[in-house]
Structures are given as C-alpha cells and as structure tokens.
C-alpha cells in the first residue's frame, strides 16, 4: 500500500464522516469547508507538528540579532564549518578540490542558511545550528511517514515530537541515515508485495544513497548498508517465494545499476578529483579508526549499554508482533531483522569515536527504530492494554529524557522575541570582528591574523594553514591551501598526497603556523608534529618566518630557493627488533648515540593487530622518551595497524618547533638545552572497554634526523 | 453509514495516542536534564575554597620559559560563594604586571569536584612575554579580582627563565 492510497483511505473515511453527519440534521454540523479543514488538519497532524517544531527552534530573537555575541571561537570545529561556507563564496567544493569528512551537498546547504544571514563570521555563528535542526525535523518526520504508515496521526505526531524534543533527533547524518533505512524497507516492501519493478522507485533509492555520499562519507557509507541490509532482510524473508525473490534481486540490480550511472555522472561532474571522489570518501572513513580513535567515559558506556540493549530488546520483542498484513513497515517480517542489524552497525561511530556527543548521534537510529516498535497496532485496540507499548514508550521517554532545551516554551518564548532596534555595538568586553562580539583572547588573534592576510595578500590567493585554524583565513576571505580540509584528517599515504599535491597545486605563497603549547593544542593530545609530520616538513623545507603576529602565531612566506637549498639527513641509531606486547609495559628500543645536532626521532615500524581492530578500534600508544638530565616525556603517537609506517617525534618542547622556520638555522637549535635522548620505549594501552590489544610491534628501523639549510648564497 | 460502533473504535484508535502525545507536550514545560546532555564526569577529587580564602586558584601549567620567548599559564580558578565570580585574573612576574585575562574557559571537571555549577567557567590561560627577563630563578604571582571588585593575592611560584 502507498502512501497516497492511503491517505486516500483515510480521505474517503472522512467524506463518508461528513456524510454521515449531514444526514443527521438534528446533530451539530460545521459547515463543509471548516469540517474538510479539520479533517485535513487532522490527517496532516505530524505535518503541521513539524513545522511548528522548524519555527519554534529556529529562534529568530538569536539569527537576526546582529552583529552577534560568541562566549568562545573553537577554533578546530569554527574552523572547517565557517571555512565550508568561504569556500562555496569561492566555488570551491569539498569532495572535488578538497576532501573532508562532509561532502559538497552538506556544504551547499549550510552555506544557503548563512548567506541567507549575511555570510560573515557573525552570520555562521548565529544561524549554523538552523540546517541540522531543520534537516533533523524534517528527515524524522518522513521516517515517521514511511514506517508508521496506516497509525494514527496522534502516534506519529507522538513519535515526532519524542524523537525530536527529548532524543534529540536534530543531527543531519544520522537523521538522514535512518530515512534512508527506511526508504530502502519500503523499496523492498512494495517490491515483495507488488511484485512489480517501478524503474522509477529504483532511480529514487539510487539518488538516496548519492546523496548520503554527497552529505558525508559516513552518512553514504551507513545509507549502502541500510540498502543492503533492507535487501538482504527481505530476501530472507522471501526466499520460498520464487517470483518475490526474482522481483527483489532485479530491484537490488535495478538500484545498484542506477546507483553506479549516478557516481559516474558525480566523478564527471568534478573536474579536480574525478573518481578520486569516491576513493578519499572511503579512504577518509576507513583512516578515520585509528586515526582519530577516541576514548570512551565509564558514565557514557553504561548509557550506550542500557540504551542499546534496551532498543535490541524491543526490536526483539517486537518481532513476536510481526504481521505480514499490517499495513504498517515497523509490524513486517522484514522490518526486525533488518532493524536490529542496522541499529548494530551504526553504533560503529560510537565506538570509534566514544565522547558522549559521538555515542549519542550514533544510537539515535537504534532509539528511532525501537520506538517505532513501540508505536503498537495499526487497527484498533479492544481495550488499553493494546497500547501497553505506546504508553512504555511514554514511560521510557519521561524516565530518562527531558525536553531540549531549544524546544522548551519558555525559550521558545523567549526566541520569539525580536529586537525592534538591533544594537549594533558589542557588549562591554567584547569585541566587534566581521560581525561578531568575541572575547578579547579570541578576537585579538583572529584580527591580528586576518588583518595581515588581508593585507598582504588578494581575495583570489591561497593560504596554508598548520595545523588547522582555518578559521584565520576564512575570516580574511581567503582560500586555505592544500588537498583536505583539515590536517588532523591527514592518516594514511593516500590521504597525505592529496593534501600535498594540494600545496602544489594551489602554491600559497603565506602560511600561518600556530606553535603547539602556545597557540594551539594536539588533537586527542597527538603533538600536530607527530600526527602530520609530512606537512610540516612541507612547509618547514619551502617557506621561512616573516613574522610573530601573536605569541605561537606566525606567518610564514614561500622561499623559493628554500627547497633546493635544504636538507634531511637520517642517522642510524639503534637495532630493527621484534617483540610481542603486553599491556602497559614498556616495550624498549635499542638505541645507540644520540647525535648532538639532531632534530627529531623516527621510528619505522608495524604493529600486529587481531583481524577484529577493523570492528573495535586499536590501542593508545605512548612513546616514552628518556633524555640525559633524567627528564622523562610520554608522546602520544597514531600508527595504522599492520601496517608499516614511520613515526615522528620531536623530544623536547614542540613549541619550540617555531624555530625551525627561522632563515638562520642557528636559531633553530637556540634556546632552551637539549638534552640529548637516553632511551626510548613503546608502552601500549587500551583507550577503554572497546579497544583491541596488539600482539607485536616490529621496529624496523630507528633514526635520528637532522635538518639542514645551506646559507652559503 | 458511519456506524455508533465505527465512532467507538475510532476514538479507541485515538484516544491513547492522543493523551499521551498532550502528557508529552506537558512533559516539555518540566525543566529536567535532556538524554543530549553528556552524563557527568565521575569525581575523583573533592575540593573547597579554603576558609578565610575569597577565591581557590590553580596553575596547572609548568612554569619555564625561554628568555626573550612567551609562557603559557594556564589553570582554574573559582570564588568562595556562587553569588561571585571570577572576573580578571593578572599575572605578575617579580612585580611586575605581565598579563592579564578576563576570558574564561569551560571546565566541567572543576565544576564536579566542587560540587558547583557555577564553576563551570573556571579555566583560564594567560600569555605572558618573558620579554628581557634575565635567565634564572624569578618569582610569578596570581592576582584574583572578583565581580565584587574583591582582590586577593592567589597564588605565588617560582618561574625559571632558560636561555
């Protein structure tokens, strides 16, 4: 049954209500048009709910207040989300030029929200949150059309406003992930029961998933599985049914087929990175579990516990009330197995990534799912007791959710509240830049950066940034250099080339270097060194210091004779090696003399990881370097499992790799005594619960390098 | 012909979902922790403004700069009672006012150990110039003001500038 067929249904239910009423004359009746309003009203309940839901949370006191108050700049999160928008202004689309995580039809519907604001800096900070609240409203409430078809708009108007308000259903991936679950239940359900093959439904799944890829990796990753996963249920489910079974396999070929033209049809439509845009995607999600792996909270794996087991659980009672009749998706046979494969696999974000904010966008779909299940019945119940799951639905909700705090009436109220005379000055202690407040500390380096950028170079020219405050020349409107987006995202060869065939390509002639310690951090505590050793090196063998625009904030120029004038020399100082891991203990690596004059440490090795990292994610490992004056440093290092690759460490303090950018390379060494190394071990640690423990690591080779710079010319 | 039993299997049909989506609605003017909010960090340490004190600080930052370079101080700071705040935190060296911040930065584990939701914003950091400063020993003091306009001396270590 379609969608339209059975509004249709409900349509002709109420005509003949109304008839019903008009041949009763000594009863109340509204007049026509007002009863077919309320009847339409009333079929359309979810419909309205969620437009009252896309008003309330779009807090027009907040998006028209100008210019606007920000407490704090993050510069890591501001800098890639503002960046997406400058980018657009400058047709520069992620997944062709440049690659990231999110992909251009993410980009181009957060740039159309903040340029519909004005497009500044204070723009993006006032409005960001509009696209995935909408999107979030809006993808909910076409999965609660699809799966609950045939109940009651009163169900799924409870189903929107409970996913929405106390679940917090506001995230675009993850929303938009399970939409596409279950349009791919409901391709596959009409195929099963039509048994007829509409080439149409299958161009319109195909373009689902296209742009799942086109919004993020992820989201395309996840939203292929939901297809496969909806197939496969369906297949099962069918298989003594030979002409079902022909039906859904020439659906799955028809939609793979359409789903194959589109991503070509993509590759061409990007004349920079062709079918390299489908290569980074995956390589991207792929690096992206043991690159950027995260902890996961004690707190935080008990909640993902009980509400994953919770969810399971009700799917799982659920499948005792499959109907092979209901004309409702979340009572077919299908509907379970399906359901309870997907909500496991999109869990996976939550253990790679394991902060709070991670887990709980990654069990959305489960809750979402499960509390389909609990919707009840399509038909009417004999007594209360058939709606028990409705009501422990209820239950659930209010014992461990309340209302989001953008949604309470009283905010909402308060949201409604529009400035008659927006005040165009800064509050005392806040500072005016590009239409936004900020605090002196935030605002004195992006003016002092963003004011250089502007006036040393034109709108059209590029600007490498390391490690990842894009943010100082999105604000100058220049473009940031280089093959993706953010360096903490560099894992991999692949990955790495593009970003420096990138710094090729685009030749930016400035760079702003931000010095570890002082004015920025590591990314899950990895020294920026360490993590994308490659472009440092980059930047330090082709550009010099100009200038310190702020303390740790530099701006580096292209020395074109730099690179030919440069050099990286390795010594050998310690034995290849190879031995098996225990946890927390250090594992030593034979080294010899440390040379005095050299600048860095690099390890060459692999380490052994069970086939099953690929499902949990790898262990911590520490580099312990003891130096001659006793002093001791642990350096968080990334490494791809079974894999060999080679690690870098700087041993003393990673501010003052500043220095190494200096045109005298006596300045390089200056400054604090470095005491030479003494002994360095590998010490591995699980992160939590859900991280794998190697079994070997073999060192292949141990190299002191020095750099060098001849300055005879 | 809508039918009497028609009218009651509809309401049947309706009724449930119905009070319960208003009981929903009703549940949003009840202000209680959302399921988005992160639950909160375990409490290892408990801690308290000491009495006779206005304010408890804490650097956490080591204190050893190059000369001629900068130091970044940084830490935690929070007032005796919720009623005031931290305003300005000034940093002195041997004396002499080296820097100053006002801006303060989320710290949810000092909240927890204080048992304080106010403490919240308690993080603070600070970028000092160790300017001409000769190498060695040197003495760096905290200076805490308060919203009341409240000063008290916080904090004093021991700093050593390096050549």
Redo the contacts between chains.
Sequence with gaps: MTLETDLNKTASSAN??G???Q?NPGRFALPAFLRRASSAAGRQADLLLALVLMVAITNLGLVLRSPTLAT?VNFIDHSWAFDFVVKAQQHIWLGDKVTFTYGPLFQLASTAVVTAFGGSFGAYLRSWQLLPFWAGIVFTFLTGRLLLQGH?A??R??YL??LV????ALEVRFCFDFLAFAVALRYFDQLSQSKVLHLKSAVLVALLLLAGFLISADTGIYSLAAFAIAGAAHVVVFRNDRSALRVLLRGAAASVAAFLVLAILTAVLMPHARFSFWTNSLEVVSQYRWSLAYSM????K??LISASAVSILVLLIGYRWRDSLSSSLVRRPAFFPAAIAFSLLTMQSAIVRS???HV?IALLPAIALAGAVLMGNT???RD?RG?IP??AA?VL??A??????W???MNVLAGLRIPDHPSQACPS?SFYIDDACL????YERLRAVSEYLRAHSTSTETVAIFPFENIYAAVARRPVAGGVLQTYQIAGERLTRRHLDGLERDRPQLAIYSAD??ATVGVDGVPNFTRTPEVWLYLQSRFKKQEEL???IAVLTRDETRLKRWRSEAVSIGKSSDSAIRLKQQVPVSLGHWCDDCDALRLRLRVSYPFWWRVTKPSVLNVVIRLADESEKAIRAVVPPNQTADIWIYPWEE?QLLKYFDENPAVWRS???RAPVSAVSLRFERVDWLSTTPTRVRIESVDAVRWKLDTSN | ??TGQDRT??F???A???V??F???G??????????V?????VWTRLEVPKDHNFAVSIESPLSA??G??L?VSGWAVAATPVVRVATIEVYVDGVLAGT???F??RPDIAANFGRADAEMSGW?C?V?MGARSAGQHELLLNVIGSDGKRELAVTRSLTI??
């Design positions: 003949l209500r008839a019903s009423l041949s704090r009651s009163w169900k108007c409870f406003l409970a308000c106390f679940w917090g909270e004690k707190s935080v008990w909640r902060d709070w904010g709980f038909r009417a119940e209360w709606e409705l009501m209820f909700t209010a461990f959710s309340g209302p989001l705090a949604l309470q009436p202690g605090a002196r500390h935030d310690g002082l702020a303390p740790g501010a400054g604090r005594p | 012909m809508d299997t509809r049947r049909k309706q449930v979902p119905a319960l989506f009981a929903l609605v549940l949003m003017f009840i202000d209680r922790p959302n399921w988005a992160s639950p909160p960090a375990r190059q000369r370079g900068y970044l911040t006002a801006d930065l989320a950091q970028v110039a390096v050549e």
